[in-house]
């Protein structure tokens, strides 16, 4: 199927725009926004009123950013002294109002969004993080630097994420949470500091995996929680006992990558509702 032609960018003349940036068929550039040197803005991604797009930043298609947002300015790291870094942004990702996307610090390095994810209102993401696809990082979350979100995680809001922390796939951490350890994919976490509350069954759901797929994830974690095994030990039982699950090959994946330790129930258990019981 042939797709049709899109329309000249619209640029309200009230813009500020640096003469070198490249702006693609399509795009939305509203009143009082400001673009930076070096940067490029995808087909049909609509830029807000007063936003700001800071230098060296790359922005693909079809992505919403929201007025006053301030995307890819400088990193807030204090080691940062002005070398050129990056921030590259997917296609398809919503931006809300006052969210803060930094560049990475380094010279050459990026901070990475991938596609489809929503950054409510007042969100931010640090330097040198990476978040994967679909996620959702709620209102006035903060996510710390060299961070990695991975594909589907969901951060409630006024979560804090400590720098160089890795938030699992599937995961979902409850508002205000504190998270100082990385989360495992398919967890629910919350507290201060959050721990493991069991799986993430409504999500799980959406992404419709199979009682057998949920069922099995459940058993890994019962390897990995309940049983006074190192996380080494953890990692080989877990690959002998399920050979052939993708889904626990993640789990014993994660656990290789983790470098800041993994977040763990109080008691040897991981605890479930009753809905999940039944």
Request: with cysteine.
């Amino acid at each position: 199927m042939r797709r049709s032609v899109l329309e000249p960018p619209q640029i309200h003349p009230t813009a500020m725009i640096d003469p070198a940036a490249q702006i693609e068929a399509g795009a939305v550039v509203e009143p009082y926004a400001i673009i930076g040197r070096n940067v490029s803005i995808g087909e049909e991604t609509r830029i807000g009123a007063f936003t700001v797009i800071g230098d060296h930043t790359a922005i693909g298609r079809r992505n919403r950013i929201f007025h006053h947002a301030s995307v890819g300015v400088e990193s807030q790291d204090l080691k940062f002294k002005g070398e050129e870094s990056h921030l590259i942004v997917g296609d398809g990702n919503i931006i809300r109002e006052y969210t803060t996307l930094n560049r990475a610090t380094g010279a050459g390095e990026a901070t990475r969004v991938g596609n489809d994810n929503v950054f409510m209102a007042y969100s931010h993401l640090a330097h040198n993080s990476v978040v994967g696809n679909n996620c959702v990082i709620a209102n006035a979350a903060e996510v710390g630097g060299h961070v990695v979100v991975e594909n589907y995680a969901i951060l409630g809001g006024l979560v804090a994420v400590h720098q160089f922390c890795r938030i699992g796939a599937y995961s979902i951490t409850g508002a205000a949470s504190k998270i100082v350890q990385d989360v495992p994919p398919y967890l629910l976490a919350d507290g201060h500091p959050a721990r493991p509350h069991g799986l993430n069954i409504v999500g799980l759901r959406r992404h419709k995996f199979t009682k057998e797929q949920v069922r099995e994830i459940e058993l890994a974690y019962e390897i990995v929680f309940a049983h006074s095994l190192r996380v080494e030990q953890s990692i080989v039982r877990l690959r002998e006992r399920f050979p052939n699950s993708p889904h626990v090959a993640r789990i014993a994946d994660f656990l290789e990558q983790a470098e800041r330790g993994i977040i763990r129930p109080k008691k040897k258990s991981l605890p479930c509702s009753r809905r999940e019981k039944k």
